[in-house]
C-alpha cells in the first residue's frame, strides 16, 4: 500500500514537472492578412479604420498607437498556451506622446465592443511588460491576495517612470528597443502565467473569467506583432 501511494505520488510530480499536455499549434495570424480578427477604433467602431491604425506590412501587423482601439480575435478561447512575438516602433502621439510606449493582450475578453472590454491584461509597457491588469468586473489571486480591479506588478520589479525608452534597473526582461521579443501567456483553467522572454514575470490563479476573445492595443505607441499562435491545453 505505502509502495502504491509513492508510486502514485511519484507519477503525479513528474506529470506536473513535465508541464501541460498541449495540442496542434493554429496561427492566429496567417502573416498576410487580419482574417479571424476584426478591430475596434474608439471614433470609429467596429471595422472602421480610415487612417490605418491596423495594417499588414512585411508579414507584420502594425498597431500605429495613433488612434485608440484594438484588433480582436473573432473566436472566443479557454485553456491555451499563446506565443506573441512583438517589437516597439519608435513614434508615441498624444495624450502619450513621449511617455512609456504601450499596449498590451487583453484576454478572456467579453461583452460590448469599448474602450476596454472586461478581461484581464497581459500589460505590455517599457519598463513593466508582465505587469497584470483587471479591466472590469475581473478578479484574480496572486500571492495568496485576491484582487478586484487594480494591477499587479510583475515580480520583482524595480521603479517605473513613464518616459519612452523606460528600462528596469532591477533588471529589464524585454530586450533593447527595436528588437523582437518574446511574450507566452498560459491560461489554464483559472490559472494563469506570464512570460517574457523566458522568464516568469506573473502568475497566479482564481481568475474570475476563463475564456473569451484575445484582443491587441493600440494606445499611443507604435508596436509591430510578427507571431501569434495557440496551442490548446488538453490536460496533464
Not at 517589437?87 to 460590448?112: C, M, Q, V
Request: a neutral charge; hydrophobic letters at 30%; aromatic letters at 12%.
Amino acid at each position: 500500500m505505502i509502495k502504491t501511494a509513492f508510486s502514485l505520488l511519484t507519477c503525479a510530480t513528474l506529470a506536473l514537472a513535465a508541464g501541460p499536455r498541449l495540442g496542434p499549434k493554429e496561427k492566429l495570424f496567417n502573416g498576410k492578412s487580419l482574417d479571424g480578427f476584426y478591430t475596434y477604433i474608439e471614433k470609429h467602431g467596429k471595422n472602421s479604420d480610415p487612417k490605418g491604425v491596423f495594417r499588414v506590412e512585411n508579414g507584420q501587423i502594425r498597431a500605429s498607437g495613433e488612434e485608440y482601439g484594438y484588433f480582436i480575435t473573432e473566436k472566443e478561447y479557454e485553456n491555451y498556451n499563446l506565443l506573441v512575438e512583438f517589437r516597439w516602433g519608435s513614434k508615441t502621439f498624444p495624450p502619450r506622446e513621449g511617455n512609456a510606449r504601450d499596449s498590451g493582450i487583453l484576454y478572456h475578453a467579453g461583452g460590448e465592443d469599448k474602450l476596454w472590454p472586461q478581461s484581464i491584461e497581459f500589460q505590455m509597457i517599457e519598463g513593466g511588460t508582465g505587469d497584470l491588469i483587471l479591466v472590469g468586473d475581473t478578479a484574480v489571486t496572486v500571492k495568496g491576495e485576491t484582487k478586484r480591479r487594480g494591477r499587479s506588478d510583475r515580480f520583482g520589479k524595480g521603479k517605473w517612470e513613464d518616459v519612452a525608452g523606460y528600462r528596469d534597473p532591477n533588471g529589464e526582461p524585454e530586450k533593447p528597443h527595436g528588437q523582437w521579443n518574446k511574450l507566452e501567456l498560459w491560461a489554464d483553467g483559472d490559472n494563469f502565467r506570464f512570460q517574457v522572454n523566458g522568464k516568469l514575470v506573473n502568475e497566479g490563479s482564481k481568475s474570475s473569467v476563463t475564456r473569451g476573445k484575445i484582443l491587441f492595443q493600440s494606445e499611443g505607441a507604435e508596436v509591430f506583432f510578427r507571431k501569434i499562435e495557440i496551442q490548446p491545453i488538453l490536460g496533464r
